[in-house]
């Protein structure tokens, strides 16, 4: 069974950092792209970043690009997402998602809730 | 970037009859490798997203096949053949053709009148 359990949420102050994992279980995770896509309070879903699967290739949102970082250990099954210079706006439950090859996103995590304090 | 846009972003429907929701996209979704990145997420309340449709037309696993896509090029549709009350809940197209952005749409909310 497929598993993506994040973790590292909380509330921080504003210009503070925090640092989210996404533990992958019950599939291949180092032949898999991987994204982080966030949902603030009653809103929509928001693509955040993605990583190829071996990690040489990232993308990210204009609104988080020079602020959050992501990264993967292939070899603990793990993604992570380095945010720093956090902002009221980044506010959100941030979920990390599967994306196998040849079919686009699919699995999703529970999500983790980012609580940024002005 | 491509901006993808629902309609009705609310819809209240009788228990047993259909449902269809709209997703256009600001661009063609026909991916360089021919294949059209176009997918529907159900989010029930509480919930995670859960894919029930991806390229189009092609339903997940275990997804009832009450569950329909279809389209082409920049216009889209999910259909719900007769809404059951598990039904509930707001849908999501998204579009992985074009990247990045990846891009949702802004979800529509299906309820039961």
């Known amino acids: 069974e497929v598993q993506l359990v994040e973790s590292g949420g909380g509330l921080v102050q504003a210009g503070g950092s925090l640092r989210l994992s996404c533990a992958a279980s019950?599939?291949?995770?180092?032949?898999?792209?991987m994204h982080w896509v966030r949902q603030g309070p009653g809103k929509g879903l928001v693509w955040v970043s993605h990583?190829?699967?071996?990690?040489?290739?990232?993308s990210y949102a204009d609104s988080v690009k020079g602020r959050f970082t992501i990264s993967r250990d292939n070899a603990k099954n793990t993604l992570y997402l380095q945010m720093n210079s956090l902002r009221a706006e980044d506010t959100a439950l941030y979920f990390c998602?599967?994306?196998?090859?040849?079919?686009?996103?699919?699995?999703w995590g529970q999500g983790t809730l980012v609580t940024v304090s002005s | 970037d491509v901006v993808m846009t629902q309609s009705p972003l609310s819809l209240p429907v009788t228990l047993g009859q259909p449902a269809s929701i709209s997703c256009r996209s600001s661009?063609?979704?026909?991916?360089?490798?021919?294949?059209?990145?176009l997918n529907w997420f159900q989010q029930r309340p509480g919930q995670s997203p859960r894919r029930l449709i991806y390229?189009?037309?092609n339903r997940e696993s275990g997804v009832p096949d009450r569950f329909s896509g279809s389209g082409s090029g920049t216009d889209f549709t999910l259909k719900i053949s007769r809404v059951e009350a598990e039904d509930v809940g707001v849908y999501y197209c998204?579009?992985?053709?074009?990247?990045?952005?990846?891009?949702f749409g802004q979800g529509t909310k299906v309820e039961i009148k």
């Open positions: 998602a599967r994306d196998p090859p040849g079919s686009g996103i699919d699995q």
């Open positions: 019950g599939f291949t995770f180092s032949s898999h792209w």
């Open positions: 990583i190829n699967s071996d990690g040489s290739s990232t």
């Open positions: 661009q063609s979704l026909v991916s360089s490798d021919g294949d059209t990145y």
């Open positions: 390229k189009v037309s």
């Open positions: 998204m579009q992985g053709s074009l990247w990045p952005p990846w891009t």
